[in-house]
């Protein structure tokens, strides 16, 4: 796959799956980024080109740092946990967004039961 889109299509996940986790609909996260609704369906459809004023825009409106909205890093330190996130890509978006908060939600309840 060509460097470019695999960055493009980063970028479209990314914004897509921290606006879900905010609970915020394009239109939403569009007044907050002081962007059309149109261009927010775009970059999460992958648009063409895409100006960096505009991700920081968006990173801006979502409250992320540039670090945090860029974090390379995915939990790969296990076989099982390799294979969850394999399953994981193969879901739709919305999905992979709530079972994502599902699993945090119980790994801290599990990380309170330690701390007490």
Do not use: C
Not at 3 to 26: A, C, F, M, P, T
Not at 82 to 90: A, G, P, T
Not at 100 to 114: D, G, M, P, Q, S
């Amino acid at each position: 796959m060509d460097e470019n889109l695999r960055i493009r299509d980063y970028i479209s996940k990314r914004v897509k799956y921290l606006r879900l986790k905010r609970g915020l609909s394009q239109d939403s996260l569009s007044e907050l980024a002081d962007l059309d609704t149109k261009h927010i369906n775009k970059i999460e459809n992958h648009a063409p080109n895409l100006e960096l004023v505009t991700i920081e825009k968006i990173i801006g409106a979502l409250g992320e740092t540039e670090a945090n909205f860029f974090n390379w890093r995915f939990p790969t330190s296990s076989e099982e946990i390799r294979e969850l996130n394999d399953s994981l890509e193969k879901l739709p978006d919305e999905d992979q967004a709530e079972i994502a908060n599902a699993l945090t939600l119980l790994v801290k309840k599990i990380n309170k039961r330690f701390d007490s």
